[in-house]
């Protein structure tokens, strides 16, 4: 019997699963500049989960990736946070390959860089995962 290999389109699907449950798994770290309303991740972290937003545009990215839901109250507290308060903010992620909705939650804590820049040092997790409840 000869040995079956599988086609480099089921390869890549199972990446793609792979991947995806890797992006829902892990905690990741983020920082966000409101003053200039941009998304920084660690070294990295795009290239380890294979996944790019195409910008770091805050704005745009909250717009095209979270629940039309939860604009609002991501924006009311990015916009508390700004004042100073440090508070969890909780929102549903529509991942673009699958639009299965993820819930996530951003815990930071606020950082003034020189010139009065605000920045918020932080990990997206996961909401109902082992690491989300040790914390």
Do not use: C
């Not at 079956?4 to 966000?32: C, D, F, G, H």
């Not at 909250?62 to 990015?78: G, Q």
């Not at 903010?89 to 950082?111: D, G």
């Amino acid at each position: 019997m000869k040995k079956q290999y599988k086609k480099a389109e089921e390869t890549k699907n199972i990446l793609n699963w792979k991947n995806r449950r890797e992006l829902m798994s892990k905690n990741i770290p983020l920082e966000v500049d409101l003053e200039n309303r941009q998304l920084f991740f660690k070294d990295g972290i795009k290239e380890k989960l294979h996944f790019d937003f195409g910008t770091n545009n805050i704005d745009n990215l909250i717009k095209t990736y979270l629940d039309p839901k939860d604009l609002e109250i991501v924006n009311r507290s990015l916009t508390q946070a700004k004042k100073g308060l440090e508070k969890p903010i909780p929102f549903n992620f529509i991942h673009p390959l699958t639009s299965k909705s993820i819930r996530f939650e951003y815990r930071y804590q606020i950082v003034y860089v020189k010139y009065a820049s605000t920045r918020l040092l932080g990990e997206l997790i996961k909401i109902g995962s082992k690491k989300a409840r040790k914390i």
